[in-house]
């Protein structure tokens, strides 16, 4: 039976080695829509192990399910990368409300920012201070801003077509907040939360307080976007307005967890390394089937279809599923120095981190003779619908391992329902729809096919670019 | 006040006038996404009328709201265009249950196809034939068929990356089942759903007995993918299992409706038409958000879009709001034989009819010369991410008014998850997303924009297209 499979595997390897490029595509679509294992996947860590925030009991499953997932497709090799991570847990579940100047409350949906100090066991209460940004609370000052809550409420920009730049024109308020905030000694911190819709759920997210000494933090933490619209009517009909808050979320000790990886060794030049990846922790709201379930099951799934597709790699091609991307980035910064120290040579590294959207293409961090490349390889997608091929940044993870002269990509999937669920309860696995998520990973396998094959090429070679 | 808001218009107006036509798709682009009114209307329709079959109350209410909102937007002329229309309903919910060789039963979920006769009072219980094709079925003939239950079991092609392509190949089973199963003696017609997803669904849509006489018709009925998955295993488990489906859905009589007609007059060539339409009936079981409901409300945001974005047609702009597309195309005909009769040039006439999803593109049904000075147009909706040009079919509805230069087109959403609802009780507002639906209206005013001002071009002038 054995030596029956070897020689299947041969002829499914010698078939492709004479196929086209267009018809090893055609294979690996097929293949993904057809016979994939993502959306199975991705159903087990949502719907099995469920939230898995950096040094919890989620992630710690979800890197012996992963590994265990990736010994069964019987790569070359899978191990763990130890990385020790931050641990921060969100403790009883937040309260809050708005008290109008009569004393009328109302509820609000509420959670604290991931990284945020609690406040006093009896929360606080405090006027209300509503900017729209830094410049606004710099010109406001201490007078006004002492002893309040800072609430940020400027929304994301609804005609911007890419919500992620929507996103990146507000996150600011979140991350920073609460450290400019208290340069003028407000009590707490309220933001409105990181969503284009109006809608009850609150949305978590990364904080700093960078350097600020431990008496001088304030408590932070995000409202939903309609109760930020609430508080900002209120406000507008009475100053006097005040906001109750209650979080006792703490900060642990660092924990012990690791990066997965898997790899298949390269044939012909094993030295040169091509990632693909995603991140194994998500926040703890929902259960992070977009964000990063999707990219995590998908680049799992690269490695099986590029089997699966009969193509026998000449680069190492490795997966490597990262810690601590959301409140930390250790994980990704811990493979990039190992990697940097054992002299390895990663001529191309893609990360899927936007949500299992249908795919619409690819951002690329790299100079203009490797986007000149990749831009004669786009014909080779459009009967898949993938027409985004831009430079831009990549993703998170992979960003560390930037040199001169290889290039990093991330998936850009649509966009448009991404920030409905990103870190909050909503991003579950009944966000997810299967085909779409299999078109992300036959796309991102695709991909890879064709830098295996081809390598990176230095040389510009403009005449043969179909503009 | 009113001259004041005349003056802002003529200013609104002047400086598009002046505009390149970038900066006009980037007005279009912003008002929709930040002051669009399709979502309202949508939910409106969704949720305070709901399912809008032809010849129902929803149908007319639908009729009544439509007409008043459009009234609304100030156009040169709003009327109603009657149209008689076929009414079927559904009456009690169906029944069914397969029943295996050892008389244990399992419940499934089961519709009446659209335009299907109803069951006897006490149901049908039957042996099952299974085929995947009409081929199949002639193969089996009059001796395996005569008295069974043909169940049609030809799922939807999962590696189709355009899902209607993959409905396309299937609907056959759904139109013609019946009429082609009855030749050969069959006691009633059991489909698998158009979906490509496995869940417990059961989908409508129109069926045909074409000139089959009364006393030979036959009752036809969808079953959800998962129950067509059951019924399949069991049937190989053995071919004695048997199945039971009771319905008492009815065809009454014709009755009165109407298409909903608004338009702005050209102020050039107000005898050249522009049209946008979509259909306002639906399946019963939903309440049509995506179908069509989706195409109504963008095709009336585009006629208030472009006065909102400051752009005084050249040409008349008519919105149409078809009755009756789903089991009998009768507005779509009625239209285009008045229309006709009148001598009424439509140059262009566009259909949004396929969801509403981030939009992609358009097909186009036209000449080669029309085309290319589409594809002219191409680089200004690069922005959007509206990258689908192709030559194909328009829709169903404008398609009656095809000549032989005039070009048709239908809006083209991404089409991944448009299965999972289409003509179920899941095609509801929950399933909208504010920003697609608002990013369709936009492409589809640009569009219109576009044609409104450079016309119909006859001459090819293929130096000038970008590939």
């Known amino acids: 039976m054995k030596s029956a499979f070897v020689l299947l595997t041969l002829c499914l390897t010698l078939n492709v080695a004479s196929q086209t490029d267009a018809d090893v595509l055609k294979t690996i679509y097929k293949q993904s829509l057809t016979n994939g294992k993502s959306y199975d996947w991705l159903n087990h860590l949502s719907n099995q192990i469920g939230s898995r925030l950096s040094g919890s009991l989620g992630a710690e499953k979800a890197v012996s399910y992963t590994k265990a997932e990736l010994e069964n497709l019987g790569l070359d090799r899978v191990w763990l990368q130890p990385v020790m991570v931050p641990r921060w847990i969100r403790g009883t579940k937040e309260y809050g409300y708005i008290e109008s100047a009569l004393g009328k409350t109302n509820t609000v949906n509420i959670c604290a920012l991931g990284g945020s100090i609690a406040t006093p066991a009896l929360g606080i209460k405090a006027n209300v201070v509503e900017v729209k940004n830094f410049e606004e609370l710099a010109l406001l000052g201490k007078d006004s801003i002492q002893g309040k809550i800072v609430f940020y409420n400027r929304p994301m920009q609804a005609d911007l077509i890419l919500t992620y730049e929507a996103y990146g024109?507000?996150?600011?308020?979140?991350?920073?907040?609460?450290?400019?905030?208290?340069?003028?000694?407000?009590?707490?911190?309220?933001?409105?939360?990181?969503?284009?819709?109006?809608?009850?759920?609150?949305?978590?997210?990364?904080?700093?307080?960078?350097?600020?000494?431990?008496?001088?933090?304030?408590?932070?933490?995000?409202?939903?976007?309609?109760?930020?619209?609430?508080?900002?009517?209120?406000?507008?009909?009475?100053?006097?307005?005040?906001?109750y808050f209650k979080q006792n979320c703490k900060q642990l000790k660092d924990v012990q967890s690791y990066n997965v990886i898997g790899?298949?060794?390269?044939?012909?030049?094993?030295?040169?390394?091509?990632?693909?990846?995603?991140?194994?922790?998500?926040?703890?709201?929902?259960?992070?089937?977009?964000?990063?379930?999707?990219?995590?099951?998908?680049?799992?799934?690269?490695?099986?279809l590029l089997k699966t597709s009969g193509i026998k790699p000449k680069?190492?091609?490795?997966?490597?599923?990262?810690?601590?991307?959301?409140?930390?980035?250790?994980?990704?910064?811990?493979?990039?120095?190992?990697?940097?120290?054992?002299?390895?040579?990663?001529?191309?590294?893609?990360?899927?981190?936007?949500?299992?959207?249908?795919?619409?293409?690819?951002?690329?961090?790299?100079?203009?003779?490797?986007?000149?490349?990749?831009?004669?390889?786009?014909?080779?997608?459009?009967?898949?619908?993938?027409?985004?091929?831009?430079?831009?940044?990549?993703?998170?993870?992979?960003?560390?391992?930037?040199t001169e002269s290889n290039v990093l990509a991330g998936l850009r999937p649509d966009s448009q329902r991404y920030f409905d669920h990103h870190h909050a309860s909503n991003d579950t696995f009944d966000a997810i729809n299967k085909r779409e998520l299999e078109l992300g990973a036959a796309t991102m396998t695709s991909l890879v096919y064709l830098f295996d094959k081809y390598g990176v090429n230095p040389i510009s070679n403009l005449d043969n670019i179909k503009k």
């Open 315 to 402: 680069r190492s091609i490795r997966v490597v599923l990262f810690m601590n991307e959301e409140n930390g980035l250790r994980g990704g910064k811990k493979y990039a120095q190992e990697s940097k120290q054992k002299g390895e040579n990663h001529i191309f590294a893609l990360e899927s981190d936007s949500g299992g959207f249908t795919p619409r293409g690819f951002s690329f961090d790299c100079t203009d003779a490797s986007f000149n490349q990749v831009l004669n390889w786009q014909p080779l997608f459009k009967p898949y619908l993938i027409h985004y091929f831009e430079k831009g940044g990549s993703g998170a993870d992979v960003g560390p391992l930037k």
């Open 263 to 304: 790899e298949i060794k390269g044939s012909e030049f094993p030295n040169e390394y091509i990632l693909v990846g995603g991140h194994l922790d998500s926040w703890d709201l929902g259960d992070g089937s977009h964000d990063d379930g999707a990219g995590v099951v998908q680049s799992m799934d690269v490695l099986r």
């Open 169 to 243: 024109g507000c996150v600011n308020q979140r991350y920073k907040g609460a450290v400019e905030a208290a340069k003028y000694g407000a009590a707490g911190v309220i933001v409105r939360s990181m969503n284009l819709r109006l809608d009850d759920l609150p949305h978590t997210g990364s904080m700093t307080y960078d350097d600020l000494p431990v008496n001088k933090r304030i408590p932070s933490a995000a409202i939903s976007t309609n109760d930020a619209e609430l508080l900002s009517t209120m406000l507008k009909l009475n100053t006097n307005t005040k906001f």
